[in-house]
Each structure stands twice: as C-alpha cells, then as structure tokens.
C-alpha cells in the first residue's frame, strides 16, 4: 500500500456515502437546501482524490501493480456510482444511460485486463482522460440544479429533462471514448480475438 493507492480508496469509500446521504439526508438531519452543497463537498473530495493519486503515484514513484488495477477500477465504482444515485427521486435519470457508463467501463477494463495477462499493454487514451472530466463536470452541473430545485424555483419536470440532457451528453462522450480506445489499441485487440492469425 502506497499513498497513493490510500487515495484511491478514498474514491471507494465515498460512493457508499454520497447514495446514503441522498437517500436519507432527511433522517441524518440535512436539509433539502444544504443537500446539494454536501453532496458537492462528497462529489469534489472524490475527484480531488482521483486527481491526487496519480500524481502521488509519479511524483514519489510510487506507481504499483495495485494502483494500476485500483486507479480504474475506484474511477468506474465513483462516478457510475453518482450516477446511479441520480436514478432515484428527485433527478430519476433514465437508467439506460448509466447502463452506457458500465459498460464501456466493463468491456475496456476487461481488454486491459486479459491484454495485461497475455503480456501486452494496452494503452491509455486522452479521450478516456477527458471523459472522466467530462463525467465529473456532469455530476456537478446535475447538483448544481439540485439547489434552485430545493429552493422551489425550478420544477421537478426541468431538473429531471436538464439533468438527463446533461449526463446524457456525457454517455455521448464516453461511447466515443470507449470506440477511441478500441480503435486506437486495435492490433494488441486482435490478436486477443484471433490468436492464430499470422498477419
């Protein structure tokens, strides 16, 4: 265990938090107008958390076997964690969309996987580094709309249409990122599918 990978656990142990304090901010004694900031507060020290592991992970070199099945791995239970929770009323996301996240999310970290055990590594994209961006900005615009909507300035019709044209955006961005990494690793991809063939 690095600091790094310390780090990254904390991705890990956050998402748990973010779906119980949406789910029973009422019992812990959160209001519905502080809710979206605590979830922010939840959502950012996640992110930072991502942020801070790699550069721990370079910085002090302490880049591990561990860390590289982590990294991804706390990446995917974080974010489509968020929008999971997101599901749920208020914001009732359609589920199909998260169902795009999981499974670019499964099939590259499968090919990485099985690629990594045949002993080529597949390379990382700046679009799957973009996408996470991209993932982490929608969560926070979806909060953002939380506050106008516990003020009772914004109806529940207009955060549920906002929200899924938000993160149904970035399902957009991460199709093509998962097609991008496909591509871009298709020669080590191939001969993962058909070992036998000479050229």
């Given at each position: 265990?690095?600091?790094?990978?310390?780090?990254?656990?904390?991705?890990?142990?956050?998402s748990p938090i973010f779906l119980f304090v949406?789910?029973?901010?009422?019992?812990?004694?959160?209001?519905?107008?502080?809710?979206?900031y605590i979830l922010m507060i939840l959502l950012g020290t996640s992110e930072l958390s991502d942020a801070f592991d790699g550069y721990l992970a370079r910085r002090?070199?302490?880049?591990t076997d561990l860390g590289k099945v982590l990294d991804p791995m706390?990446?995917?239970?974080?974010?489509?964690?968020?929008?999971?929770?997101?599901?749920?009323d208020p914001v009732n996301l359609p589920m199909p969309l998260i169902f795009i996240f999981l499974y670019r999310d499964s099939v590259v970290s499968t090919l990485r996987t099985i690629c990594a055990l045949k002993g080529f590594a597949l390379a990382a994209r700046q679009s799957g580094k973009?996408?996470?961006?991209?993932q982490g900005l929608a969560a926070l615009l979806v909060l953002i709309l939380m506050i106008p909507y516990a003020e009772g300035t914004l109806s529940k019709e207009t955060l549920h249409t906002s929200g899924t044209?938000?993160?149904?955006a970035a399902a957009l961005y991460t199709i093509y990122?998962?097609?991008d990494y496909?591509?871009?690793?298709?020669?080590?991809i191939s001969k993962l599918l058909y070992p036998n063939r000479t050229t």
């Open positions: 265990m690095s600091i790094a990978n310390y780090f990254t656990f904390v991705r890990i142990v956050i949406y789910l029973e901010h009422d019992n812990l004694g959160i209001s519905a107008i502080a809710l979206p002090y070199n302490q880049v706390a990446d995917s239970i974080a974010r489509i964690s968020v929008f999971l929770t997101f599901t749920l973009i996408k996470a961006v991209i044209a938000i993160v149904g990122s998962g097609v496909i591509t871009a690793n298709w020669t080590y």
